[in-house]
């Protein structure tokens, strides 16, 4: 019982906004009028040094079978290596196209703005929303999942189980993304420098 407290009181909700500022957590992104969960909804976030037009190929690319998830792609790539560049077969995203995370499963893209932010997902199932917030010097990039879970002693059993391990796989995600962006970026200004 005590390790369920400190993990719902102090860890879980520690994780479920990891990065994010208040503001970020208080505003409605794309997705939002959509699920509205009595628990299950988890912000997180983090500041790249690039614009969001830089951001935004990267994320275009996500999932298994294409880019990976720029994760530990031991356990959520099927061992493959996720991509360090812009692959640009992958560049065309289409509203209804699985984002796989699983052979045959993952949420489907909802609606897109280009450089601003991507939804996949659905009432049932919950949605995700990657958006790119543009600031001094960079972006923010903040994911929101927003799942349709009520508190029952099962689910708070699953969240138990489930919930660190999506934790660690998205923020290794998040600083992936963050590290390829900057160091592509670091290469472009290099070549222009020499040229």
Same mark, same amino acid.
């Given at each position: 019982v005590?390790?369920?407290?400190l ?9 479920h906004?990891?990065?994010a /500022?208040?503001d970020?957590m208080a505003?409605t ?6 699920v509205v969960?009595? #628990?299950?909804? #988890?912000t997180?976030?983090i500041t ?11 994320l275009?690319?996500?999932? @298994? ?5 720029y994760?530990?792609d031991?356990?959520d790539?099927?061992g ?7 692959i640009?077969?992958?560049?065309d ?5 699985m984002?796989t995370?699983?052979p045959g499963y993952g %949420?489907r ?7 601003r932010y991507? @939804?996949?997902g659905d009432?049932e199932?919950? #949605?995700w929303?990657l958006? &790119?917030?543009p600031?001094k010097?960079? /972006? ?6 927003? &799942?349709?879970?009520k508190?029952t %002693? ?6 138990l189980?489930?919930d660190p391990?999506?934790f660690i796989?998205?923020r $290794?995600?998040l $600083?992936?993304i963050k590290?390829r962006?900057e160091r592509?970026?670091?290469s472009?200004?290099?070549? #222009?420098? /020499?040229?």
């Amino acid at each position: 019982v005590a390790i369920f407290l400190l993990y719902v009181l102090v860890i879980a909700p520690w994780q479920h906004r990891w990065g994010a /500022t208040d503001d970020e957590m208080a505003r409605t992104l794309p997705g939002d009028e959509i699920v509205v969960p009595h #628990v299950g909804s #988890v912000t997180r976030a983090i500041t790249i040094a690039a614009p969001p037009d830089k951001v935004w190929p990267w994320l275009v690319q996500i999932g @298994l079978g294409r880019a990976g998830w720029y994760s530990y792609d031991w356990i959520d790539n099927d061992g493959r290596r996720s991509a360090d560049r812009i692959i640009p077969e992958f560049q065309d995203l289409q509203v209804g196209q699985m984002i796989t995370m699983l052979p045959g499963y993952g %949420p489907r893209v909802r609606s897109f703005d280009p450089g601003r932010y991507l @939804l996949a997902g659905d009432a049932e199932e919950g #949605v995700w929303c990657l958006a &790119l917030e543009p600031i001094k010097g960079g /972006t923010r990039l903040i994911s929101r999942w927003r &799942l349709n879970r009520k508190l029952t %002693p099962a689910n708070a059993f699953l969240m138990l189980l489930s919930d660190p391990g999506a934790f660690i796989m998205e923020r $290794k995600m998040l $600083k992936g993304i963050k590290a390829r962006v900057e160091r592509a970026a670091r290469s472009s200004q290099e070549a #222009v420098s /020499t040229a």
